[in-house]
């Protein structure tokens, strides 16, 4: 999918479906969360949050909080790889609506 940024990523893998907490872990060949402003970033990552299917169809399996992930490649979760380059933003949602949870 086109990110507001210009880049294209995919969905790698989303972790605790059906439950109140969603791991969205995205993919973009060319991410480099250094040449990205944080206005941008946050754009691209809200924008993964929005397009999600879990959230824009909300309903009763519908999660509560959503974390996006975005790497330059993909990587087993859990475990530590220092060649990978991604950024982390979680979100609450209402109805069908992700609000970004500053940390």
């Known amino acids: 999918m086109q990110l507001p940024s ?11 479906q059906g439950t109140d907490e969603v791991r969205l872990r995205y993919v973009s060949d060319k991410f480099d969360p250094t ?11 809200t924008f993964l949050c929005q397009s999600n ?3 824009r169809d909300g309903g009763v ?4 909080h959503v974390t996006v992930s975005l790497a330059d490649r ?4 859990g475990i530590f790889n220092a060649d ?7 979100f609450i ?6 609000i ?3 940390f």
């Open 100 to 102: 970004w949870e500053a």
């Open 93 to 98: 949602i209402q109805r069908t609506t992700c």
């Open 35 to 45: 040449a990205l402003k944080p206005d941008a970033l946050l754009a691209d990552m």
């Open 53 to 55: 299917e879990l959230v």
């Open 84 to 90: 990978v380059s991604q950024s982390f933003e979680a």
């Open 6 to 16: 210009g880049a294209r990523a995919y969905l790698h893998e989303v972790i605790g």
């Open 61 to 64: 399996y519908a999660p509560r």
């Open 74 to 77: 993909e990587s087993e979760f």
